[in-house]
């Protein structure tokens, strides 16, 4: 019964449009520049996974439907730095009602 509710979830899940990432590196940070589009925003991202990175999604991130997130790979500028490191595909994290629902996404390289 939960796969079913989670299935139907997945169903009313926004459209992500023109997910794409860029690399960035300078002297005390490098990570990945991540960006995309919902087809609607009733159900918020919370997070988005690249190459094994888990980066949480702010309200600074959001533009309209359209999102830009920085996934922080390393930093000598933010104290005791670690990325969260998570075993999952690249993807988005969305929270329901009921529990928070994974969405693999191919994000392409700019």
């Not at 990432?21 to 960006?35: I, L």
Request: glycine fraction near 2%; charged fraction near 25%.
């Amino acid at each position: 019964m939960a796969s079913l509710a989670i299935s139907c979830q997945s169903n009313v899940l926004p459209k992500v449009k023109n997910a794409t990432y860029s690399s960035y590196s300078n002297a005390d940070q490098k990570g990945y520049w991540v960006e995309f589009e919902l087809s609607h925003d009733s159900i918020a991202p919370k997070s988005v996974v690249l190459n094994n990175i888990l980066q949480e999604i702010t309200p600074e991130n959001k533009t309209d439907k359209k999102f830009k997130v920085n996934v922080i790979a390393q930093s000598t500028a933010i104290f005791g730095f670690k990325p969260k490191l998570v075993e999952k595909e690249n993807g988005i994290y969305f929270v329901t009602d009921t529990a928070d629902v994974f969405r693999a996404v191919d994000f392409k390289l700019k």
